[in-house]
């Protein structure tokens, strides 16, 4: 009978963080915005970092009446080979971030259809389902690019057509990339109620081969203090 795992959840380093992003996430990159970075350890061995940030739109809570300063978004779960359900981690690390940052109040997460997600990992945490939008990229030197990363490289400049085949690509082009689901974890019983009426029932999994060279997310379902979300 297998045992059941200790986990353990704190600050990790920037270095941890970049590491698991690179290895163990299928995007193979790290977020290019400041973001608060929890460490998982597992039986003693650390198996990678969940991160948070204000994400690239800074009106992502007004849909739902917040301030910039009162939600986050989970921008990674980057994990290797474990036990422990990945619900499980994301819910620990909800409860550490809450104590860190009590000022906010709803996290959102994104589940990407075009690399197969459809967010089982936020309906076995009981996440709110609110659905979902396409999500557009720029194909830029024959190569699709997602608009943070222009953004990244050349400011306000990389997300525009215009500017771009001026001075990157003269055939550059806007093209729908995918559909992302959107899911959102209220912190207290006053916003879960509030945002209750947006619930709609979760999407199911797309049928799909499960093959060997899948991500470890897929096969299974120390710094000082860490800079506040809360802070401006």
């Known amino acids: 009978m297998n045992s059941i795992p200790d986990l353990r959840i704190d600050w990790a380093t920037a270095e941890a963080a970049r590491y698991a992003c690179l290895n163990w996430h299928y995007s193979k990159c790290v977020p290019v915005f400041k973001a608060v970075r929890i460490g998982v350890w597992e039986d003693g061995k650390f198996i990678g970092v969940v991160l948070f940030g204000q994400g690239a739109t800074p009106e992502i809570g007004s849909p739902y009446g917040l301030k910039q300063t009162e939600i986050c978004e989970l921008t990674r779960v980057a994990l290797t080979k474990h036990t422990a359900p990945v619900s499980k981690i994301i819910a620990l690390a909800l409860r550490f971030l809450k104590k860190q940052s009590p000022g906010l109040k709803m ?79 209220p912190l207290h019983n006053e916003m879960r109620a509030k945002i209750e009426s947006l619930r709609k029932p979760y999407p199911k999994r797309v049928k799909q081969a499960m093959t060997g060279d899948q991500p470890e997310q897929r096969r299974r379902d120390t710094d000082p203090p860490a800079p506040s979300l809360n802070e401006g």
Do not use: C
């Open 107 to 185: 996290v959102v997460s994104f589940a990407d259809a075009g690399q197969g997600h459809h967010g089982g990992i936020y309906q076995a945490g009981g996440w709110v389902y609110v659905g979902g939008a396409e999500t557009h990229g720029y194909r830029v030197n024959g190569v699709v690019v997602h608009p943070k990363t222009l953004h990244s490289r050349y400011g306000k400049g990389g997300q525009s057509i215009p500017w771009l085949r001026a001075n990157v690509d003269p055939n550059a082009e806007r093209i729908v990339a995918g559909f992302k689901h959107r899911y959102l974890m």
